[in-house]
């Protein structure tokens, strides 16, 4: 029976993109930190990186990005004066595995030089426990008797796209303690990496040169015997809020880990683990390709998920590295917040809380950019500040090798509104309120007041429309009533509404005063116009085709293939006003049914079959997030075969890594936890049918054909659920710490879920 | 002393460009048609071309643009059995001449062929008495006695840049007639070509072949005798509203020229002419060579006035060619009509009725652009029915070979604001209502009507905006608040209800008939909000600067050199979002300073001085409209150098044809009447201080170093002037035959002109 916990490859070479491919298909991160999945003995050429999740760092007019940390982990191995390397030519076999059940990375290379066989094995794994933490054991073992040279530490020497981001790097040594750290260039932050070793043989020393700070290990290995240290590295950095100073609290985390020991490292780890698993794994029965390909996705998403307190968000390529600047994206809120929040909410917060901690990034924006002028517009590509990492001018034209104009940054408005919605959607599926309390309920009218400053009144027409924006699909910019982004606007307005209708009945207090903060009480009429009168394109009373934008429905038919074949270079963009796809019909990815999917409760499956059906062939796909939206609604009108295609294509794209890594001369790898979210959208809420809607939760199951059974665990107003699901009959397992009774819509037949209950329906699939 | 009167060159070459420009130059036309000052024997391969006005034709994909006649002007002389061609290498001397008084082209050279030297002189001109009328003398003589054949009558093998236009071209000949006709490919319209001679001497044959009707004249020519004869073509089209059918009339004509003869014809041509140079001739003291120049722009605007009746406009490149599509642009209105207003209007009116005449295809334009959807919006470029023969894709890209996508047709709605600005200063300083009348209060009620649909209203600003537009400067596409663009639009909602008010004095009952044909009535109280609401930046307070469009000043600052130096292919377009100039502050040409000129009462010196000294640095001239623009204003606060330097650039152009006459592969050669109209307004309205307002003009001389006087006659509400301005006095003759007494402001000093009344009045030049 195949493994479906872990992947392995016994693949080793020296090619940079496939050492980059292999960084990012077996790299560990908790939240706090990404360690690319990188061999003990690598360096800054093989593309080592610890990614430091929300410390963000500039050199120069360079992109700001974030910051990597000197890597504590560390560790090589000489014989005979020769330094062994997974790359080199001495290996002999090699072995390396990431495991699902508690996150972890272990490798085995022997190696053979001068006839004597030499393996190396070890595992590391970053606590769930300790986010600063990481912890290594690493083991040599020698055939032949042999003089060993083993080098661990603290490589400050570190792969950084837009680099070096630590000046004044120091190595120091306190008692047994190893310390690298230095300061970001720009706000001058403090980043220290502690580094504690239990070395039980051979002579050791200690080696501080050129950006290294290392403990050298002297060991005469007898034949056959194993030879075993555990080591502990710890990254602080003045974003921590700790009580004491970071070197501190670095060498008391290791010290810690330390005399807890190994073993015990591991057995905790493994139990916050497993409880992670215990709320987001979802099985599926006769499908171990999906099954693990899942999995896989969910893994990623449970490493990246922000840790607890730190308001931090999931940037776009989460931890894998410095690409797309660190930055967040609507990818979070779209794509990776559902996930979330139906099985870990705790996480959902966080993301939401990053954007309350960003609100004044975006009312800078929103005062700057000339679309509206007040409320807040949030970043397009949104770092530390909330202020806007993207440029004007960020695709690079073959032609003329100058940057070509694009409008993401400045007319992309609905990221205001998706941020909204995810806000509203926290409370709505948690029933918690205390993030709105928490700053939440401002954000979402600071986003209305947006809308409300970007709006037009068209006088004959007596509407409000939202003019002059770039929706999902980039290749046409500057369109006007765009139905996403309109859709997306008015449900801002509604929810502003909401939000101040339920703290009128909840909080009265608190609304006054945040009525009074944001002096907003005399808008609030205009919110309910707005709300009423916003222009949203419909559906055509004939075909049911909603039109994608003013204008959609009178350019050129074309197809993806007659424009490839039209292209004269290939890397030329097919968008930024004057690409080849501007004065056609082809659009880079969902837009129209990116609606769709998002309102999914608002329309019909008429009408999403109608649309699917227009823009499909039409759509490039040329992005991450357009498969699984496709696949999402293919699910809700029967396209079943479809939608578990381009779920697989979703559900892989990590696991294979065969997405373009270079887009002209810019490096583009790294992880999609959109398209890992996106894979559980598609299989939960849209295999498994899922909709959690104000009161209650409908299923309606749609298993595609290979699956016998689909279980997960949904999380919803604070109680819990396991849905069992098979061709025939859903199974509700109501938790036992449950609140109250939940019924539960079966393929529309209500069901009384009790604290505690086995519910059994059987359903016919809808067709 | 220097002909002031004439052109002419001894020049003759036969490189092709050389050749096209010398067709510009030399061009003679009449309002009907064009003749470009090719010689008697050239034909397609020397650029021939007979344009005539207001007829179009498409030939399969390629741009629709106007046809060109048959010459009928043709006549070759071949001596044994060799063709003569000034081209050739037997030319002694050649001598080209065009005589502004009657506007008559000349030519004579004197070949030399095996020891014999024969003198070919004629000379043409296009009837201004009789529109479809070409008349022309030939003559020939020898120093020896010589065989000579001359072949005389109707070339169809005429230059076309997308032609041949006309299909089933057949020859005939009617008694001493011949005749060529055709038929346009789009729509069928016959075109006829008349041609009688009288030939007296020589054995007189007749040869048909390959789209020639000729006759030919076997001559054996004594020595040093010189032998003559006229020629007289017609040019008839099913355009041409006559009682009989056009071949009969094109006999007709030819016939009764030839009756009347060619002493006569010459003589009404110079009478009509006369009566031309008294009403528009302006003349300079001081300086002969802005003279020449100013003189021969006249001559040109003179040349190609539309006939009497035939509601044509002027074309871009005016009657010297198909450029431009033959299109008639905003020039018109804004560069040309200001000379015909104020000198000839007659010629204006038929400028406005063109307009009338359109007002359909402006409404198609209006319903389906996209931009407002209802009313009059004008094409950009407009043939004969006005829809727009303008292009999305009109530039050629020389990095992809591809053309780019521009937004001159659907975003430049100032165009519908020009055309109703000018009908009401038809009005204005005509004082004739009859154009409003017969369609033009429609137009601007339609006109209005168009901004109002394409207006938005601002709720949180409490003002109408007019939004994504093109104003004159095309290297900023898409903008918001376009000074130029906004005030126009908002003086045409002030047009509207001025004509409504003014009809409602003077014409209720024809008020009452159009506001229910258009149903408009319901539309005007919005008209008058609008009027009042609508946005126009304002002067910065401290600077003075008006911002050319929402964000300008925030655009980098470069320079013309700069973004010239950057070019990386030397026919790259600036413009098309993309463009070098589209994230800088250089602008093609007057925009703000464009907006000052056309509203020069409405600000003042200070105003004018603050922006032209901010714009014009910022300014590449890049069209041929900018230099006048800036040069007029410039007067307004005495830099009077600038504007002297900007002038001579302006009435130049088309006299010294140094203009680029390629851009990438698309010929743009040909006359440019709005840069001859540009120097009428510099010369009068900028030196000469001319302001005409409701009830008076004024007059502010501000003459420039070299100007001792400046003399030229204005037209007012129907009575005439001559002023005759000197640096200290300025004399006011008012006509004889004018209505009543005028008051005229000279230098801010109101000054009585009764009828036939000569009024001196000192004046200090304003600096």
Same mark, same amino acid.
């Given at each position: 029976m195949k493994?479906?916990?872990?992947?392995?490859?016994?693949?080793?070479?020296?090619?940079? +993109?496939?050492?980059?491919?292999?960084?990012?298909?077996?790299?560990?991160?908790?939240?706090?930190?990404?360690?690319?999945?990188?061999?003990?003995?690598?360096?800054?050429? !093989?593309?080592?990186?610890?990614?430091?999740?929300?410390?963000?760092?500039?050199?120069?007019?360079?992109?700001?990005?974030?910051?990597?940390?000197?890597?504590?982990?560390?560790?090589?191995?000489?014989?005979?004066?020769?330094?062994? *390397? $997974?790359?080199?030519?001495?290996?002999? @076999?090699?072995? !390396?595995?990431?495991?699902?059940?508690?996150?972890?990375?272990? @490798?085995?290379?022997?190696?053979? *030089?001068k006839g004597t066989e030499l393996t190396i094995s070890s595992a590391r794994f970053l606590s769930a426990e300790t986010p600063n933490l990481g912890v290594i054991r690493f083991s040599i073992s020698c055939n032949k008797a042999a003089k060993v040279t083993i080098r661990t530490g603290i490589d400050g020497n570190i792969w950084d796209l837009n680099g070096p981001h630590l000046r004044r790097l120091s190595a120091k040594k306190r008692e047994s303690v190893l310390l690298l750290q230095g300061f970001t260039n720009e706000s001058s932050k403090k980043v220290v990496v502690a580094e504690a070793a239990d070395v039980g043989f051979g002579k050791v020393g200690h080696e501080s040169k050129g950006n290294r700070n290392l403990r050298v290990i002297k060991l005469s290995?007898?034949?056959?015997?194993?030879?075993?240290?555990?080591?502990?590295? $710890?990254?602080?950095?003045?974003?921590?809020?700790?009580?004491?100073?970071?070197? +501190? $609290?670095?060498?008391?985390?290791?010290?810690?880990?330390?005399?807890?020991?190994?073993?015990?490292?591991?057995?905790? !780890?493994?139990? !916050? %683990?497993?409880?992670?698993?215990?709320?987001?794994?979802?099985?599926?029965?006769?499908?171990? +390709?999906?099954?693990?390909?899942?999995?896989?996705?969910?893994?990623?998403?449970?490493?990246? $998920?922000?840790?607890?307190?730190?308001?931090?968000?999931?940037?776009?390529?989460?931890?894998?590295?410095?690409?797309?600047?660190?930055?967040?994206? %609507?990818?979070?809120?779209?794509?990776?917040?559902?996930?979330?929040?139906?099985?870990?909410p705790e996480k959902a917060?966080?993301?939401?809380?990053?954007?309350?901690?960003?609100?004044?990034?975006? @009312? @800078?924006?929103?005062?700057? +950019?000339?679309?509206?002028?007040?409320?807040a517009f949030f970043a397009w590509e949104s770092q530390e500040t909330g202020d806007d990492a993207c440029t004007y001018f960020n695709i690079g034209d073959p032609f003329t090798g100058?940057?070509?104009?694009?409008?993401?940054?400045?007319?992309?408005?609905?990221?205001?509104?998706?941020?909204?919605?995810?806000? %509203?959607d926290y409370f709505r599926l948690t029933g918690d309120d205390s993030l709105l309390l928490e700053g939440g309920a401002e954000v979402i009218l600071e986003c209305a007041r947006f809308f409300h400053s970007a709006a037009y009144y068209n006088v004959e027409k007596e509407r409000y429309e939202i003019l002059d924006v770039v929706g999902p699909d980039e290749y046409h910019e500057r369109v006007n009533n765009n139905a996403f982004t309109s859709m997306v606007a008015k449900e801002t307005f509604k929810i502003a509404i909401a939000t101040v209708d339920y703290f009128r009945r909840k909080h009265p207090r608190e609304l006054r005063t945040l009525l009074r903060k944001l002096r907003i009480e005399r808008e609030l009429p205009a919110f309910h116009d707005a709300a009423r009168r916003l222009f949203v394109p419909a559906p055509d009373p004939k075909t049911g085709v909603i039109e994608q934008f003013d204008g959609y429905m009178g350019l050129c038919e074309s197809s993806v293939e007659e424009l490839k074949a039209r292209m004269i270079h290939p890397n030329e963009y097919l968008g930024a006003g004057q690409g080849l796809a501007v004065p056609t019909k082809i659009i880079k990815q969902a837009d129209v049914v990116m609606m769709l999917e998002l309102f999914r409760t608002r329309f019909s499956a008429k009408i999403k079959k109608a649309n699917w059906e227009y823009y499909e062939p039409r759509t490039e796909h040329g992005s991450s997030l357009s498969a699984c939206a496709y696949a999402i609604v293919a699910t809700e009108f029967g396209n079943l075969d479809f939608a578990y295609k381009y779920f697989l294509k979703t559900a892989k794209i990590d696991l294979e890594a065969k997405y373009k890594v270079y887009v002209g001369s810019v490096f583009m790898g790294g992880s999609h936890p959109a398209a890992n979210g996106g894979a559980w959208m598609t299989a939960v809420l849209g295999f498994g049918g899922v909709q959690a809607g104000e009161k209650r939760i409908a299923v309606n199951p749609r298993l595609c054909r290979k699956w016998k059974r689909l279980n997960f665990h949904l999380s919803y107003k604070g109680d819990d659920f396991r849905m069992n699901i098979t061709k025939t009959s859903l199974t509700v397992a109501s938790s036992r710490t449950n609140a109250r009774t939940h019924t539960v819509l079966v393929a529309g037949k209500p069901v009384k879920c009790s604290p505690g209950s086995l519910v059994k329906v059987k359903y016919r699939q809808a067709r």
């Open positions: 493994d479906l916990w872990s992947i392995s490859t016994a693949e080793h070479t020296d090619g940079k +993109e496939t050492i980059m491919r292999r960084g990012n298909v077996y790299q560990i991160a908790n939240g706090y930190m990404g360690y690319r999945g990188t061999l003990d003995e690598f360096g800054a050429a !093989q593309l080592v990186g610890i990614t430091l999740a929300g410390i963000f760092d500039r050199v120069g007019s360079a992109w700001r990005e974030p910051v990597n940390a000197p890597n504590g982990g560390f560790t090589s191995v000489s014989v005979g004066g020769v330094e062994l *390397s $997974a790359l080199g030519d001495k290996v002999v @076999r090699h072995r !390396q595995t990431l495991r699902f059940a508690n996150a972890m990375f272990e @490798r085995e290379t022997v190696f053979k *030089s290995a007898e034949a056959g015997k194993t030879y075993t240290f555990h080591k502990y590295f $710890a990254v602080f950095t003045d974003n921590d809020a700790v009580r004491k100073p970071i070197v +501190e $609290a670095a060498i008391d985390t290791v010290q810690n880990a330390r005399l807890l020991g190994y073993e015990a490292c591991v057995a905790r !780890q493994s139990a !916050q %683990w497993q409880e992670k698993w215990n709320r987001s794994d979802v099985t599926i029965e006769g499908d171990d +390709e999906a099954q693990l390909a899942l999995r896989y996705s969910i893994l990623q998403l449970l490493m990246v $998920a922000p840790v607890r307190g730190s308001a931090n968000s999931i940037p776009a390529r989460a931890l894998s590295g410095q690409v797309y600047k660190g930055a967040i994206f %609507w990818d979070t809120e779209m794509f990776m917040f559902p996930f979330f929040v139906y099985t870990y917060v966080e993301l939401m809380r990053y954007r309350i901690k960003t609100l004044n990034g975006a @009312r @800078r924006k929103a005062m700057t +950019e000339g679309v509206g002028n007040r409320g100058r940057a070509l104009r694009t409008y993401f940054r400045d007319k992309q408005v609905h990221i205001s509104g998706d941020v909204a919605i995810a806000m %509203w």
